[in-house]
């Protein structure tokens, strides 16, 4: 297998997930601030010039981050990031949906919006940033709520693949400068751990 990854929060995924699990392979860099996701031979591993892809060893190229950490769950089950019973797998599952869908996407199109990186990704519309900004802080809310019941991890006691999502969540905010309000004590509680691990990307420079 080979991996190519580069420093983005959707590749930070995949390098978190096999820090956690001790899991090497060998990784081909590609340089996203120079734009070699869109050079000629990158978009033949992937025509969406998008990071992390594992090549499998029958030579296909497996795309999306979770789908990539499900798959490295399967050849190595333990520590178990997904889940063992049907009902830890579904609320594992459903996590990882909501911290993805609801909180990390708005969190990601503020950067979009706003990072002149990203100018020629998208047409940037300040109004949806700051809509972005708003939302998420919202949404954080939401997530408090959630944890109020005195929950270590975004799915329960235990550390998840719906953390490392939160995990990846926090690393764009630091880009993005977003904070968590204090009053939101459960997501800050939490937001501590994480920070505390080993296993969370450092900042580039
Ligand atoms: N849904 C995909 C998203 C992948 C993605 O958006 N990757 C970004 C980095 S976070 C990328 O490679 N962008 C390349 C570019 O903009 O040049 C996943 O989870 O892997």
Redesign the pocket.
Known sequence: MKLYN?M????ARVMIYMAEKGIEIPTHSID?MA?E??TPEFLKVNAL????VLQLDDGRYL????AICRYLESLHPSPNLFGETPEEQAFIEMWIRRMELWLFNVAGDVGLHEIEFFKY?VDQNADYAAYCRRTLVERLAWLDGEMADGRGFIAGDTFTMADIIGMTLLFIMGFTQIEIPATLTNVVRWQKAMLSRPTFPQMPG
């Open positions: 580069g983005s929060s959707n590749g996203l734009n996701g869109q010039g998008q990071v992390p795309t999306e981050s979770v990704r």
